[in-house]
Antibody
């Protein structure tokens, strides 16, 4: 069974940084693209960033481009999101999601999701 | 970016009812649509991909249809566990985008 567990969320001041992690198990981690999707409390879903199976393909939402960096360590079955210069509108639950395919650009859905980690940005 | 517009935004129905939720894309996206169910406090769960393919383990009362710009999710006979929020997603072009969600409530 696929299992994704996010960690690293918490309370951070505007302008500061935070690094999220996602540990994957129950599947061949290096065989799939992975994504981060966020959801402000009580609101809808927004794709944040994605990375192909080997890290060669990376994409970001315009809202986070230049501030967030996605990476993965396939040897440790882990996905990361480095978030810099955080703003109030970055406050949300951040979900790690597994792509059904290897590449970012093959039009596949997100077939497994973690339970999410909450990032709160406030002074 | 491709905009996905769901209708209605909320819907009240009873156990046993047949309900449909619509999703319209701002441009043609072939069949690159997925549907997710989210219950309060939980992560989204994939129901349908490729507009009409049922994800493994999802009950057959869920079905999807459409192509081009107009898509729909149908639940043939509502069960108590189906009262949740539903999202459509396009994966035709980057960035992938979601609809705003449809909240399905018990009447």
């Amino acid at each position: 069974e696929v299992h994704l567990v996010e960690s690293g969320g918490g309370l951070v001041q505007p302008g500061r940084s935070l690094r999220l992690s996602c540990a994957g198990s129950g599947f061949t981690f290096d065989g799939y693209a992975m994504h981060w999707v966020r959801q402000p409390p009580g609101k809808g879903l927004e794709w944040v960033s994605g990375i192909s199976w080997n890290g060669d393909g990376i994409g970001y939402a315009d809202s986070v481009k230049g501030r967030f960096t996605i990476s993965r360590d396939n040897a440790k079955n882990s996905l990361f999101l480095q978030m810099n210069n955080l703003r109030a509108d970055d406050m949300a639950f951040y979900y790690c999601a597994k792509d059904r395919g290897m590449s970012l650009w093959f039009g596949e859905p997100f077939d497994s999701w973690g339970q999410g980690t909450l990032v709160t940005v406030a002074s | 970016d491709i905009q996905m517009t769901q209708s209605p935004s909320s819907l009240s129905a009873s156990v046993g009812d047949r309900v449909s939720i619509s999703c319209r894309a701002s441009q043609s996206i072939s069949s690159y649509v997925s549907w997710y169910q989210q219950t309060p406090g939980k992560a989204p769960n994939l129901l349908i991909f490729g507009a009409s393919s049922l994800q493994s383990g999802v009950p057959s009362r869920f079905s999807g249809s459409g192509s081009g710009t107009d898509f729909s999710l149908t639940i043939s006979s509502l069960q108590p566990e189906d009262f949740a929020t539903y999202y459509c997603q396009q994966s035709y072009s980057s960035p992938t985008t979601f609809g705003q969600g449809t909240r399905l409530e018990i009447k």
